[in-house]
C-alpha cells in the first residue's frame, strides 16, 4: 500500500490524508458519543456555562483517531519523513489526551494536568523539538539566539497554546473551527516553505477537525470536551515549531502567534483580567470574548462565525508575512483591530442612550 501511495502525485496524497481523516473523524464521532455516556464523560450546567442540559464529552477521540490514523497510513510515503519528530508528537499527544479524557471524566486539578503537559511538552523536546531563536529587529540578523532557553521557551509555547484552545472551547463549533483554520493556514504555509511533514500533519488535523465539526457546530450533539482541546492545541503548538519556528528566519515566531492569534490573545487577556481582579490565574470565569459577545446579544452561531472570521483573518495576514507582503498584512490586522473597536464604541454610545 505504501509502495502505491509513493506513486502518487504529492498534492495529492495530502488531498487523500484530508479525505481520510476527514472520514474517520465523522464516522467515529456517534460511537465517541456512546462511550462517553459509558464511562461519565458527561459536562453538566453551569452558571458560566453556554449549555442548559447534561452534555457529552470525549468527541475529542474521533479527532485524535482521525488524526493518528491517517498519519501512520500515509507517513510511509513522506521520503523526507522526520521519524524522531514525529514520533514525539505522537508520544506527547497520546499522554495529553489519556490525561484530557481522564479530566472529562474525573475533573482532574489544575496542577496535576499542568504536570502531565509539561511531561508532553519535554517528550517532544528530548525527541528534537525546540524553538531555536526568537524575532527581535534590533537584534543582529533579526533574531535572538536562545541557547540554553531554548527548552524553556518551548516548555511555554507548548503549555501555552494546549491551554490557550482549551479555553476558547466554551461555544458549539468554536475551538473545532478555529483549530480548523489554524491547521489550514499553517499547511499553506508549509506548502509554500516545503516542509512535507508538516503538511501531512496539518492536513490531517484540519480534516479530522472538520469531520467532526457537523457534529459539534450549533445546535452540538456532542462535545470535543478536553481530550479534543488540549490535544488540538498540542498538536497545533509543535507542528507550528516544526514547520515554522524552526528555521532562523526572523518573521517565523510572529507568523505562528498570528495564526494562532486568537486563542493566544484570548488567554492572555484572561490572565490579566484575573491577576486585576485579584483572582487565582487557573480559575474560570464568564470574561472570555465568547462570553462578551453572548452578553451583548449575539446568537451562539453569529458569536462562533464572527470568531471564525477574525480567526480567519489573522491566519490570512500571518500567510501574507509568509509571502512578505508584510504591508497588507498590517493593513487586515489593522482593519480587524478598528471594526472590533468600533463595535465596541458604538455598542457603549447606545447603552448609554438607553
Same mark, same amino acid.
Given at each position: 500500500?505504501?509502495?502505491?501511495?509513493?506513486?502518487?502525485? &504529492?498534492?495529492?496524497? +495530502?488531498?487523500?490524508?484530508?479525505?481520510?481523516?476527514?472520514?474517520?473523524?465523522?464516522?467515529?464521532?456517534?460511537?465517541?458519543?456512546?462511550?462517553? +455516556?459509558?464511562?461519565?464523560?458527561?459536562?453538566?450546567?453551569?452558571?458560566? =456555562?453556554?449549555?442548559?442540559?447534561?452534555?457529552?464529552?470525549?468527541? =475529542?477521540?474521533?479527532?485524535?483517531?482521525?488524526?493518528?490514523?491517517?498519519?501512520?497510513?500515509?507517513?510511509?510515503?513522506?521520503?523526507?519523513?522526520?521519524?524522531?519528530?514525529?514520533?514525539?508528537?505522537?508520544?506527547?499527544?497520546?499522554?495529553?489526551?489519556?490525561?484530557?479524557?481522564?479530566?472529562?471524566?474525573?475533573?482532574?486539578?489544575?496542577?496535576?494536568?499542568?504536570?502531565?503537559?509539561?511531561?508532553?511538552?519535554?517528550?517532544?523536546?528530548?525527541?528534537?523539538?525546540?524553538?531555536?531563536?526568537?524575532?527581535?529587529?534590533?537584534? /543582529?540578523?533579526?533574531?535572538?539566539?536562545?541557547?540554553?532557553? &531554548?527548552?524553556?521557551?518551548?516548555?511555554?509555547?507548548?503549555?501555552?497554546?494546549?491551554?490557550?484552545?482549551?479555553?476558547?472551547?466554551?461555544?458549539?463549533?468554536?475551538?473545532?473551527?478555529?483549530?480548523?483554520?489554524?491547521?489550514?493556514?499553517?499547511?499553506?504555509? &508549509?506548502?509554500?516553505?516545503?516542509?512535507?511533514?508538516?503538511?501531512?500533519?496539518?492536513?490531517?488535523?484540519?480534516?479530522?477537525?472538520?469531520?467532526?465539526?457537523?457534529?459539534?457546530?450549533? /445546535?452540538?450533539?456532542?462535545?470535543?470536551?478536553?481530550?479534543?482541546?488540549?490535544?488540538?492545541?498540542?498538536?497545533?503548538?509543535?507542528?507550528?515549531?516544526?514547520?515554522?519556528?524552526?528555521?532562523?528566519?526572523?518573521?517565523?515566531?510572529?507568523?505562528?502567534?498570528?495564526?494562532?492569534?486568537?486563542?493566544?490573545?484570548?488567554?492572555?487577556?484572561?490572565?490579566?483580567?484575573?491577576?486585576?481582579?485579584?483572582? /487565582?490565574?487557573?480559575?474560570?470565569?464568564?470574561?472570555?470574548?465568547?462570553?462578551?459577545?453572548?452578553?451583548?446579544? +449575539?446568537?451562539?452561531?453569529?458569536?462562533?462565525?464572527?470568531?471564525? =472570521?477574525?480567526?480567519?483573518?489573522?491566519?490570512?495576514?500571518?500567510?501574507?508575512?509568509?509571502?512578505?507582503?508584510?504591508?497588507?498584512?498590517?493593513?487586515?490586522?489593522?482593519?480587524?483591530?478598528?471594526?472590533?473597536?468600533?463595535?465596541?464604541?458604538?455598542?457603549?454610545?447606545?447603552?448609554?442612550?438607553?
Amino acid at each position: 500500500m505504501f509502495d502505491s501511495l509513493k506513486g502518487i502525485d &504529492s498534492n495529492l496524497i +495530502y488531498i487523500i490524508a484530508f479525505v481520510i481523516a476527514f472520514a474517520i473523524a465523522c464516522l467515529t464521532t456517534p460511537l465517541s458519543k456512546k462511550f462517553a +455516556y459509558k464511562v461519565g464523560a458527561i459536562d453538566m450546567p453551569k452558571a458560566r =456555562g453556554m449549555h442548559t442540559k447534561p452534555m457529552p464529552l470525549a468527541g =475529542g477521540i474521533s479527532i485524535v483517531l482521525g488524526f493518528i490514523i491517517t498519519v501512520a497510513i500515509i507517513a510511509p510515503s513522506i521520503d523526507d519523513l522526520e521519524l524522531k519528530h514525529l514520533i514525539g508528537l505522537i508520544l506527547g499527544g497520546a499522554v495529553i489526551t489519556i490525561v484530557g479524557l481522564l479530566d472529562d471524566i474525573y475533573d482532574l486539578p489544575a496542577k496535576l494536568k499542568l504536570f502531565f503537559q509539561i511531561l508532553a511538552a519535554l517528550i517532544v523536546i528530548f525527541t528534537g523539538t525546540t524553538i531555536q531563536a526568537v524575532s527581535w529587529p534590533w537584534a /543582529p540578523h533579526g533574531v535572538i539566539l536562545l541557547g540554553s532557553f &531554548s527548552n524553556v521557551i518551548t516548555i511555554i509555547w507548548i503549555i501555552g497554546v494546549t491551554n490557550a484552545v482549551n479555553l476558547i472551547d466554551g461555544l458549539d463549533g468554536l475551538a473545532t473551527g478555529i483549530s480548523s483554520i489554524a491547521a489550514l493556514c499553517l499547511m499553506f504555509i &508549509s506548502i509554500l516553505h516545503g516542509e512535507t511533514t508538516a503538511i501531512l500533519l496539518t492536513a490531517a488535523l484540519a480534516g479530522s477537525c472538520l469531520g467532526f465539526l457537523p457534529h459539534n457546530f450549533s /445546535p452540538a450533539t456532542i462535545y470535543m470536551g478536553d481530550t479534543g482541546s488540549t490535544f488540538l492545541g498540542f498538536t497545533l503548538s509543535v507542528i507550528s515549531i516544526q514547520g515554522l519556528i524552526k528555521s532562523y528566519t526572523a518573521i517565523t515566531i510572529i507568523i505562528a502567534v498570528l495564526i494562532l492569534g486568537l486563542p493566544i490573545f484570548d488567554t492572555f487577556f484572561a490572565i490579566l483580567r484575573r491577576l486585576a481582579n485579584g483572582k /487565582p490565574v487557573m480559575q474560570a470565569d464568564r470574561g472570555h470574548l465568547h462570553h462578551r459577545l453572548v452578553d451583548r446579544g +449575539y446568537s451562539h452561531k453569529r458569536a462562533v462565525l464572527t470568531l471564525y =472570521g477574525i480567526s480567519g483573518g489573522f491566519g490570512i495576514a500571518g500567510i501574507l508575512i509568509a509571502m512578505n507582503d508584510i504591508a497588507f498584512a498590517i493593513i487586515i490586522i489593522a482593519i480587524i483591530i478598528a471594526v472590533w473597536l468600533l463595535d465596541t464604541i458604538v455598542r457603549k454610545i447606545k447603552a448609554k442612550e438607553k
